[in-house]
């Protein structure tokens, strides 16, 4: 007699349980009710692989949310009785309904075996199963079998003997994620359930957690806690409320994402059948040969979109930060070179006013991507991209912290904790800043409409963005051919339901985003324009200077000139002196100590002056251009940047600024979060380091072929 252990079979009712038991335990059978209820339990004896195994043949369940008496009479057996190896008997023909239980037990932490019954109706029906890959994503063997024929019946005891025999190995078994807003709730939860249960508890606490969500009967009933009871309510209404289904509904949803994500990469189907509507949408959407234009066309629609929507209320508050500068400007008389005034309006309202009048054409953006989060697509936009990342050796949940990236680096960067993999992690981090974020946009949504016709601005948008991804692909795959060389682990990509986005779940994914962007601008940005514009104001001339220029006007006002000719002479003095006291400043000089090595990216000193800006946060390059120029063209104020910008660059040397911005350094705050979650100083540096000199050499590049080609 070898070592005992119990192997329950689970499964959804006429998938095959008592046949396969049948075949299993032969004529050793013993029928009894389960203590308490009048439900039929059977269990038989088998010997194999010198184990000697009690089979029970379980009632048939669809899910482990205690229901029906049977439902309570399986799940208890295998939540109470804890079997050494659960078998999930799963009708094959019919395989994305089955999992559903099979997804149950693996969050249970079951020691699972997956049996695919029913493979010859599956077969029939057009399935081929890479039965390979479902036993990585659902971390379990899986064998095919024929019940009634008893094919494959050896290769399942195998199966069941070596989990029987390998347990609690460690090692993170798959699980399912179940987005920010469900996430949350479980994690509150499970905070308030480590306060009530008596330590140790016998139960896996995130899923008690997801079975209260769920209002399974039986754990609600285990809880009298108004603190707990209260939460639940709280949660449950919070997910009713962002997702727009209760917590039971979306739960499922998420589940059958996962299966449905799983089965997307290892099942085959020679015969298309297509039953619900995400079904239908995914059939187009996920298509081989359709995806990849559908998905470059929807980013391509949504910088479209956030241009035509944004420039409108840009337009308004760029009008608004004029007229308050001229406000408070008029508090002075009108000559006055005052430090004060100087300060208030270049330092604090054209620095500021010049980042926020980004606002709407950021909040768009977050608009847009909140809408294809929330209404399911993005995690099809991950799927899609998860082929091509496993060309680039990463796998496609890093595509979900690199599309954070479109928002801020940040975020992204700390979303790469959903990776397991350290190299996968490491390689995804440093690649994020590479995803051009909201900070950016300010930079192009300068530049471009200055330098290209409407027409082109939608395009030319898109195509840095695409730079930037195809960096990272680049960057990533040399990456984990070098320094970060290693296997990468399966992950299932969930494919959750279409569903409508509801108001206040884009509202808040909107408002959250933005308002890290404002944050930013009341705080650092503030300090560094006004850090920015003491930079660009000491030292002063000198009153020689000064004078010279005075005496200069002098001789203009004095000598017949026309009014209008008067004018302009005027202006062009005021511009030189502007000028002059720029170079004579700390900006100036540090620009100018830079200019060589710029001249190659065919940047000039006061560019430069602004990308140092840019490296505290990008969106100052633009704060810092705004100073820049009103300082150097004081008389000239109705002037926009834009127009000045045209006048003094070329188009050419306006890409070569975005693609600069795009790639060189991240900023301080990417800097130090990449620091903080590697865990060592080495790869922050790494990221900065060589961001920045990629970007040197392909500005370099830029421009020099730019120059070639006229
Ligand atoms: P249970 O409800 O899960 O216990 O399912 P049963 O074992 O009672 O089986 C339900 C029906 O499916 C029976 O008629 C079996 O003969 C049939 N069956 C079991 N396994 C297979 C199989 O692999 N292929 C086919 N075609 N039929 C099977
Ligand atoms: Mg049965």
Redesign the pocket.
């Known amino acids: 007699m070898g070592k005992k252990v119990v192997v329950a079979l689970a ?12 075949q299993l335990t032969g004529a050793r059978q013993h029928v009894g009710n389960y203590p308490g209820v009048t439900v039929e339990v059977r269990d038989g004896q088998r010997e194999h692989g010198g184990l000697s195994m009690k089979i029970v ?1 379980l009632p ?1 369940t669809y899910s482990l949310t205690a229901y029906s008496a049977e439902e309570v009479v399986a799940r208890n057996f295998i939540i109470e009785e804890k079997p050494d190896v659960v078998v999930d ?1 799963i009708d094959a ?1 019919n395989l994305e309904r089955n999992l559903y239980l099979a997804v149950e037990l693996l969050e249970l932490k079951a020691p699972l075996v997956l049996a695919f ?5 599956a077969k029939s029906r057009g399935y081929e199963f890479d039965t390979e890959k479902l036993s990585r994503f659902f971390g379990a063997p899986v064998v095919q ?5 008893g ?1 494959g019946i050896s290769e399942l005891l195998d199966a069941i003997a070596s989990v029987a025999q390998n347990r609690k190995e460690g090692g993170s078994s798959p699980s399912v994620s179940y987005g920010k807003e469900i996430e949350e709730e479980i994690a509150a939860i499970i905070a308030l359930l480590k306060k009530t249960l008596p330590p140790p508890s016998e139960t896996d606490l995130r899923w008690l957690a997801l079975k209260l969500l769920e209002n399974d009967k039986e754990a609600r009933g285990r809880f009298k806690s108004p603190e707990l009871n209260g939460q639940i309510a709280k949660s449950a209404s919070r997910i009713e409320k962002l997702i727009g289904d209760s917590p039971e509904t979306a739960i499922a949803a998420r589940r059958y994402g996962f299966i449905s994500g799983a089965c997307q990469e290892s099942v085959r189907s020679t015969i298309e059948i297509r039953h619900t509507i995400s079904d239908r949408i995914d059939a187009v959407v996920t298509n081989r040969v359709m995806a990849m234009p559908i998905f470059l066309g929807l980013m391509y629609l949504v910088f479209k979109v956030t241009f035509s929507l944004g420039r409108v209320p840009m337009a308004w508050i760029e009008k608004f930060f004029g007229w308050l500068g001229g406000a408070i400007e008029s508090l002075w008389p009108p000559d006055s070179t005052s430090l004060v005034k100087d300060l208030l309006v270049q330092g604090v309202i054209g620095g500021v006013g010049g980042v926020l009048t980004f606002l709407p054409v950021i909040l768009v953006l977050f608009l847009a991507i909140a809408f294809l989060e929330d209404s399911g697509y993005m995690a099809r936009a991950a799927f899609i991209m998860d082929r091509v990342m496993h060309k680039i050796g990463l796998h496609g949940k890093s595509f979900i912290p690199l599309l954070i990236g479109f928002g801020c680096t940040v975020p992204a960067i700390m979303a790469t904790r959903t990776l397991e993999n350290r190299r996968d992690r490491l390689t995804t981090m440093l690649v994020a800043p590479l995803m051009s974020c909201g900070a950016r946009l300010p930079i192009y949504a300068l530049i471009i409409p200055a330098f290209f016709q409407e027409r082109y601005q939608a395009a030319m948008l898109w195509t840095i963005y695409m730079i930037g991804i195809l960096l990272a692909i680049v960057t990533a795959k040399l990456l984990r051919r070098t320094i970060l060389k290693g296997e990468s682990v399966p992950f299932v990509m969930e494919l959750p339901p279409y569903r409508m986005p509801t108001f206040t779940g884009l509202a808040m994914h909107t408002w959250e985003r933005g308002w890290l962007f404002m944050r930013k601008a009341g705080t650092i940005i503030l300090g560094i324009s006004i850090l920015l514009w003491a930079l660009t104001t000491f030292p002063r001339l000198s009153p020689n200077d000064a004078a010279l220029f005075e005496s200069e006007r002098q001789a203009a006002r004095g000598s017949n000139l026309s009014p209008d000719a008067l004018d302009e002479k005027l202006a062009q003095i005021d511009g030189e002196e502007a000028e002059k006291a720029l170079q004579y400043s700390a900006a100036g000089r540090c620009g100018r100590v830079i200019e060589p090595l710029l001249k190659p990216m065919g940047f000039d000193w006061k560019i430069g002056t602004a990308l140092i800006g840019a490296i505290a946060a990008k969106e100052v390059f633009v704060a810092q251009m705004g100073v820049l120029y009103s300082v150097s063209n004081a008389e000239e104020r109705s002037d926009t940047l834009r127009e000045k910008l045209r006048s003094l660059y070329t188009p050419l040397t306006g890409f070569c600024i975005m693609l600069f911005c795009l790639v060189s350094a991240p900023c301080m705050a990417t800097f130090a979060v990449t620091t903080r979650e590697s865990g060592s100083l080495k790869w922050g540096l790494l990221q900065f380091g060589g961001l920045t000199l990629l970007a040197y050499i392909l500005t370099i590049i830029a421009f020099q072929t730019g120059r070639l080609l006229g």
Request: no cysteine; aromatic share 4%.
């Open positions: 499964g959804n009712p006429n998938s095959g349980k008592t046949t396969i038991f049948n043949d048939g008997i023909s019954n029913m493979s010859d109706e079998t024929i019940g009634h024929k094919i």
